[in-house]
């Protein structure tokens, strides 16, 4: 029984432990945890980078979407007017 009270106790000071450096890494400004939220984005950046590193095949696909969303978009400033020709 006094085995159970003992890890209990040190399970729950270790949460603590945890969460105090936690809050010191979060006032330096180094990651975001309880107190502050992170910028819009951020948990997406974070998946995407996640997804990059367990699917390499995933992460090329959305490059290659990407560039092509950004060509178009180039290709649409020039000013040759919307397009198919109609005003």
């Known amino acids: 029984m ?3 009270l003992a890890v209990a106790a040190l399970a729950i000071a ?3 432990l945890a969460d ?4 010191h890494a979060e006032a ?3 990651i975001y945890y ?3 939220r992170g910028s819009p984005g951020t948990s997406a950046a974070a998946a995407m980078t996640l997804q990059a590193f367990f699917q390499p095949a ?3 696909a959305v490059t290659q979407l990407v560039d092509r969303e950004a060509s178009r978009r180039e ?3 020039e000013g040759d007017g919307p ?3 109609h005003r």
């Open 2 to 4: 006094m085995t159970w």
């Open 58 to 60: 995933a992460q090329s």
């Open 20 to 23: 105090t450096l936690l809050l």
């Open 83 to 85: 397009r198919g020709g």
């Open 14 to 16: 270790g949460l603590w």
């Open 28 to 30: 330096q400004g180094w």
């Open 75 to 77: 290709d649409d400033d």
């Open 34 to 36: 309880r107190r502050r």
